[in-house]
């Protein structure tokens, strides 16, 4: 059985620019979260999505932004990217909201 | 704020020796607490996870304890290996919301041949 797969696993861009991030959950599990991870800061919780429904949202700024799409992929999406945003960015699926959470290897992003 | 906090940031062990690593909650309201690993690279693979309702449990060389009344739990590694050198993490949750976890800072366990 595939893993939680996340696209691009590294990515550069500046200040100012905007970027989208995807993850492709494990077949058959429907809920789906993404979370930030950086050195200072740790894992922090951005977003958990069910059935194409957010649930939750983390302590981010509007700029920070997400969907899930029918097929139960999702993506997010960050606008006006600040340094401060360089970090690595994981996504999580299970089977349901009360489900054990699988993690991808995450989506590198580095804002210069 | 910090609803979990962990100790401590970086450990070392010998080989064979036990690992501790503890963390402390805030939110009563948390039920459920895993602990997940993460090796350079990779993303957080879940290792053992419990409930409020027991306080002790164990999958093979990993034990979680937990004291409810304290707010406390750690987990143990008994017969630390080499291969064990990872960044160990606890979490909490509440009930039915497991996509939002509270993660601790982490701690970072090296393990000496």
């Known amino acids: 059985k595939a893993g939680v797969t996340q696209t691009p696993r590294y990515l550069i861009k500046t200040r100012g620019q905007q970027v989208t991030l995807s993850c492709s959950p494990i077949s058959g599990h429907r809920s789906v979260s993404w979370y930030q991870q950086t050195p200072g800061q740790g894992l922090q919780f951005l977003f958990e999505?069910?059935?194409?429904?957010?649930?939750n949202k983390g302590n981010f700024p509007g700029r920070f932004s997400g969907r899930q799409f029918s097929n139960s992929r999702s993506e997010m999406n960050v606008s006006t990217l600040e340094l401060g945003d360089s970090a690595l960015y994981l996504c999580a699926s299970s089977p349901t909201p009360s489900g054990e959470l699988f993690f991808g290897e995450g989506s590198r992003l580095t804002v210069l | 704020q910090q609803q979990v906090k962990q100790s401590p940031q970086s450990l070392i062990v010998q080989k064979g020796g036990i690992s501790i690593i503890n963390c402390a909650y805030e939110n009563t309201a948390f039920d459920y607490f895993p602990w997940y690993q993460q090796f350079p690279g990779k993303g957080p693979a879940l290792l053992i996870a419990?409930?409020?309702?027991?306080s002790e449990k164990k999958e093979g060389r990993f034990t979680i304890s937990f004291n409810k009344s304290a707010k406390q739990f750690s987990l143990h590694i008994m017969d630390s290996q080499p291969g064990d050198s990872a960044t160990y993490f606890c979490?909490?949750?509440?009930?039915?919301?497991?996509?939002?976890?509270?993660f601790g800072k982490g701690t970072k366990l090296s393990v000496k041949p």
């Open positions: 999505y069910f059935s194409e429904t957010q649930r």
């Open positions: 979490a909490a949750s509440m009930e039915g919301s497991q996509g939002n976890l509270i």
């Open positions: 419990i409930r409020p309702d027991v």
